[in-house]
Structures are given as structure tokens and as C-alpha cells.
């Protein structure tokens, strides 16, 4: 559990370089997991992308999302990330996790 804390805490002290090619991080925690959204620039325009963990014992398990949606800034993806990774963990529940597969895209 200290692990999760460390990880949520290094989130803030974490530092954007400010450059255009860095990817932003973005996180929030919701259901006892917590969700990245990490959009990927693609052109012009920003595609929502994301992962959710979750601690599970000593384990750390991911599940990585990608979808179509583009969307025209870096913000807008962000927020649309995180509601994505949000619908995801609120409409599988416990089974996204409990193949035990500590990577894997949902």
C-alpha cells in the first residue's frame, strides 16, 4: 500500500518540461485504482490513450486502453482519458483485474 502513495505522490512533484513532443501525465484515483490518461499526439490533433493499476498484494497490475477518439488539444484528451479509464473500471469491476496478468490492454 506505501507503493500506491509513492506512486500518487511522485505525480504532483513530478515536473512538465513544457516542451511540445513531452507527453503530459494526468492521474486520478477512483475505485482504488488509478488512472493515467496519456494522450499521444498524432499530427495536429491528440488520441485518447491511458492505463489503469491497481496494487494487488505486491503486485502492481496494468491495463492499458487506447481508442480512435482524436481530439484538437492536449487538454481535452487528458480529460476525456480519464473519464474513459473511469467507464472502463466502473463498467468491468473486479474482473478487470482478476485474471492476475499484471499487463494486459483492456
Known amino acids: 500500500m506505501a507503493s500506491f502513495f509513492s506512486k500518487l505522490g511522485s505525480l504532483f512533484s513530478g515536473g512538465g518540461g513544457g516542451q511540445e513532443n513531452e507527453q503530459a501525465v494526468k492521474s486520478i484515483v477512483h475505485e482504488d485504482c488509478i488512472i ?12 485518447l490513450q491511458g492505463r489503469i493499476e491497481k496494487e494487488v498484494g505486491e503486485e502492481t497490475l496494468v491495463r ?3 481508442r480512435a477518439d482524436l481530439f484538437a488539444s492536449q487538454d481535452e484528451a487528458i480529460e476525456w482519458s480519464l473519464k474513459k479509464g473511469k467507464q472502463i473500471v466502473d463498467q468491468n469491476g473486479r474482473s478487470l483485474f482478476s485474471d492476475g496478468e499484471k499487463h494486459r490492454t483492456a
Open 36 to 47: 493515467f490518461a496519456e494522450p499521444v499526439k498524432e499530427g495536429a490533433q491528440y488520441r
Open 64 to 66: 492499458t486502453f487506447i
